[in-house]
């Protein structure tokens, strides 16, 4: 069972459930071993942009092994690292690097997929043929978010435009804030500025309300997962990252969601604002929780991708199976 925080995650989660569905064969009916077991449910909180894949690994997985249910909750990053320290959550789900107060607290990662952070605009935005050409610098995008040097539109593009740019941030303690503020040359969420917005879904509708707007979201929360194309009233603005101010054949990789996980999977596009997503427990993890990570790192593996994920490298499904014990 799964009881969402948000109405809209809830939409989200359902849509990608199906469409996961649709491309799995059926799992085989679970043995009487497996319905003899005790009911578990392990408890689940944290990042936005792990949520949606959360959702699929929980299906599946109470599907294949009915005993087993989850109880998830959206919230952010910081929600769930915080809820899983003090027993509120048996498992966090982490978006941003793992802060040193955590380890001392026992918190003890697995890595589960990789994602990445990328800037939106609207896509009604006056000047969208010229952002899509010249895309941003690290730069350009910290004058705006880190240093506030450029309040209009004419100064990020060099032009007379004297319209203001509503610049937007997350106000939950969110790990793709902390991403892109590490991109950006900043250290932490807080030096972000600009309008704070609560989650995922309200920062990407946010932009797509105001014409002049400017943010930043994960891959699954800009593109549409039925059609794999940036969702509509949402623009993605392209990383120039040779600094020449044009946007050339090799960095345009935006226009499908496939094309952009690829460039990810290779590393093409930069980390940050790439990075990997872990799930989080206290301690090692018990008996029930690495028997599911387990299935995550290897058949679970196998719906990242329909999911809107990047699937870990081999390297880190190996280092993730050598931090379990013998099944």
């Known amino acids: 069972m799964i009881r969402c925080c948000s109405r809209l995650l809830m939409l989200f989660s359902l849509c990608l459930l199906l469409l996961v569905a649709c491309s799995q064969a059926a799992q085989p009916a679970p043995g009487d071993a497996l319905d003899a077991k005790p009911p578990v449910t392990l408890r689940v909180s944290g990042a936005f942009a792990l949520f949606p894949m959360m959702a699929v690994w929980a299906e599946a997985y109470s599907q294949q092994y009915p005993h087993v249910t989850f109880d998830l909750q959206g919230g952010g990053a910081g929600k769930g690292m915080a809820d899983m320290l003090t027993g509120v959550a048996d498992l966090a789900l982490l978006s941003r690097p793992v802060r040193q107060e955590e380890l001392h607290q026992g918190a003890f990662l697995m890595p589960a997929a990789v994602d990445a952070v990328v800037a939106t605009v609207n896509a009604h935005n006056p ?136 460039a990810v999977a290779a590393e093409r596009y930069p980390s940050p604002p790439a990075r990997p997503l872990y799930l989080v427990t206290k301690g090692p993890p018990s008996a029930e929780i690495a028997a599911f990570y387990r299935w995550m790192l290897t058949e679970g593996q196998t719906l990242v991708e329909a999911a809107g994920f990047v699937r870990l490298s081999p390297a880190m499904v190996e280092e993730g199976l050598a931090l379990l014990p013998a099944p």
Request: glycine share 10%; aromatic share 8%.
């Open 127 to 262: 000047h969208l043929e010229e952002l899509l050409a010249t895309g941003l610098t690290p730069e350009r995008a910290a004058a705006l978010w880190l240093h506030e040097e450029f309040t209009t539109w004419g100064q990020l593009l060099g032009n007379d435009d004297p319209t203001r740019i509503t610049v937007y941030t997350r106000s939950d303690a969110s790990g793709a804030a902390e991403v892109w503020s590490l991109f950006l040359g900043g250290s932490s969420q807080e030096e972000l500025l600009g309008i704070a917005v609560n989650g995922d879904p309200g920062l990407a509708e946010a932009v797509r309300q105001d014409v002049y707007g400017i943010g930043f979201n994960n891959i699954v929360f800009a593109y549409n997962m039925a059609t794999n194309q940036q969702i509509e009233g949402l623009r993605v603005v392209p990383l120039d990252l040779n600094g020449d101010g044009t946007i050339t054949a090799d960095e345009d990789f935006y226009a499908d969601r496939l094309v952009l996980n690829q």
